[in-house]
């Protein structure tokens, strides 16, 4: 996948949520191109240039960039013009991004946005360094932001830290996986969207409550998300996907539909069970044979239940914001969540 695709697909997102609203596609097409521009100049303010070409890597192969579109729309329930709003969409881009450099070390991955992964090109050292470079980048700027982002900022990368640690560590028991799974999640993956929201609207001045409802829409919205990741990662192919199929299969890491596999004691499962037992993962003819049995099996259908689940709570948080076009394009946003994975 080129970097270039990836922003296609980026733009027909925005289209896609937008719907007939003219006007806020406009306006939030134009200001993520600002976003973009930003985020380049951040790579090139890394003191030492050989960093910058490191920290620039995952910037310049693009992405659909769901954060900073996430704070802008959070933006729009105040006034999407003031001052600060793009450099808060920048903030949760950076933190996502250095989410990215660390989860590749802890995944083994090879191939992020169609691009190497930092860790296969620089090795594992650099990729954690520079993921931190990124956290701290982020934290810089949202200094400069209103008084509210920098806390937020701090809040959101320490439960990302400790969502990533508490992946590595493992549950205390297996019958505590589906609960571990989704604590695990909520901070790595749902902090990132409640922040992006909640940045946008704090720094454009939306009431208090607004942000608290769009914090909590994060939260379901996030884990959905989520969820979606772990069922594309088994159903859609490298191409599509613009990294490895079946990569956290591959290391061990174990998504919502393994782990709902691994709590079913019916003997049709035992072959599947037996193969995600693996403490070695799986490679090759054993690894696509788990991604076969896997893609046939009904965990696949009990995982997009519980999204499902998730998106509805996500779509009854928004009935308390004001009806305007930002909270319809988060509701289509829901939509697209749950049909990502057909």
């Not at 930003?38 to 090139?44: D, G, N, Q, S, V």
């Not at 590595?168 to 902090?191: C, M, N, Q, T, W």
């Not at 499962?269 to 099996?297: C, F, M, T, V, Y």
Request: charged share 25%; glycine share 8%.
């Amino acid at each position: 996948m080129s970097a270039l695709t990836a922003r296609g697909r980026g733009r027909l997102l925005i289209t896609r949520l937008t719907m007939r609203e003219k006007a806020l596609e406009r306006r939030v097409l134009r200001s993520l191109e600002q976003v973009e521009e930003r985020l380049k100049e951040c790579a090139r303010e890394a003191d030492d240039p050989r960093l910058a070409d490191i920290v620039g890597h995952l910037i310049a192969a693009g992405g659909k960039r769901l954060r900073p579109l996430l704070t802008l729309l959070g933006a729009e329930f105040g006034d999407p013009r003031a001052a600060g709003v793009i450099e808060a969409a920048v903030v949760s881009e950076l933190v996502h991004t250095a989410s990215l450099h660390h989860d590749d070390v802890m995944d083994e991955g090879l191939v992020r946005h169609g691009v190497s992964s930092v860790n296969a090109r620089w090795g594992n050292t650099v990729a954690v360094r520079s993921g931190n470079w990124l956290l701290a980048k982020a934290a810089q700027l949202s200094a400069g932001l209103t008084s509210e982002a920098t806390p937020l900022q701090a809040e959101a990368s320490e439960r990302l830290v400790r969502g990533q640690l508490r992946e590595l560590v493992g549950p205390d028991l297996p019958e505590e996986r589906l609960s571990h799974y989704f604590g695990v999640i909520s901070d790595k993956s749902a902090s990132l969207i409640s922040l992006s929201l909640r940045l946008g609207a704090v720094q454009a001045g939306a009431p208090a409550h607004v942000g608290e409802v769009l914090a909590e829409y994060g939260e379901h919205l996030g884990v959905a998300f989520q969820i979606s990741d772990d069922l594309i990662d088994i159903t859609s192919p490298s191409a599509d996907l613009g990294k490895e199929q079946g990569k956290d299969l591959a290391v061990g890491v174990a998504g919502l539909p393994v782990l709902l596999v691994l709590d079913d004691v019916r003997p049709e499962n035992g072959e599947l069970r037996a193969l995600l037992s693996d403490p070695g993962g799986l490679r090759g003819e054993r690894h696509l044979r788990a991604l076969a049995l896997l893609q046939r099996s009904d965990a696949m259908d009990r995982a997009r239940t519980l999204m499902d689940e998730r998106l509805a709570r996500a779509r009854s948080a928004l009935a308390a914001l004001p009806s305007e076009p930002a909270r319809r394009a988060l509701d289509a946003l829901c939509d697209f969540v749950a049909t990502r994975t057909a």
